[in-house]
């Protein structure tokens, strides 16, 4: 009895150890992009009018808590996001991409991107509740976009990769409160 106790303890904290729990959703501390061990940055809560929206988790090579200095790297970077609302329409996913994207872009970066930035936008699609969609950027092959592991389509570039996570990381953030978390200030 003694032992299964102790075993239950053990199996509980290392569990633990390896999994972020956020507005119940689960989150593993670290995943596999490519080759490449990433860890979990930080995560938060997605709300729009008091509304949550998605659970958003931010996965690089190592921990890192300032924002320009993840700008300007190119290195494996993944946002996963979890969808806690009962339903994003595609048309209000894209318009928040690209509002964000207007918001944070020169005009001539958003020149330069309006293709890849377009064809972004189309691989989107509704989406529900306990849908989980995966922005990947690896730099030898881009940004993999996948919607409940469903590889949608790849988008070359570094400089694609650093627009949109100026979405959440950027000077205009999607939100304050989680591009806080995504660097790591529980």
Known sequence: MFTRIVITLILMWSSAAFAKDVA????????????????????GVRS????????????????R??????LR?????AMHMYIVHSEISKEKLVDAWNDRFDANLDAAEHASLKARIERFNALFRSVHKGDVMRLNYLPA??????????????????????????????????????????LGAD
Do not use: C
Not at 24 to 43: C, D, H, Q, S
Not at 65 to 70: C, F, L, P, R
Not at 73 to 77: G, K, T
């Open 73 to 77: 790297a190119n290195q494996p970077v």
């Open 65 to 70: 808590h300032d924002a320009e200095a993840i």
């Open 24 to 43: 119940g959703v689960t989150l593993p501390e670290t995943i596999t992009l490519g080759a490449k061990p990433l860890l979990l940055n930080g995560a």
């Open 141 to 182: 092959i881009g940004t993999t976009v996948s919607i409940n592991n469903e590889t949608r389509g790849v988008i070359e570039g570094e400089d694609f990769m650093h627009a949109w996570l100026r979405i959440w990381l950027g000077k205009a953030p999607a939100d304050g409160g989680l591009k806080q978390g995504l």
């Open 48 to 63: 729009k009018f008091f509304v949550k929206v998605y659970v958003g988790a931010l996965y690089l090579p190592e921990r």
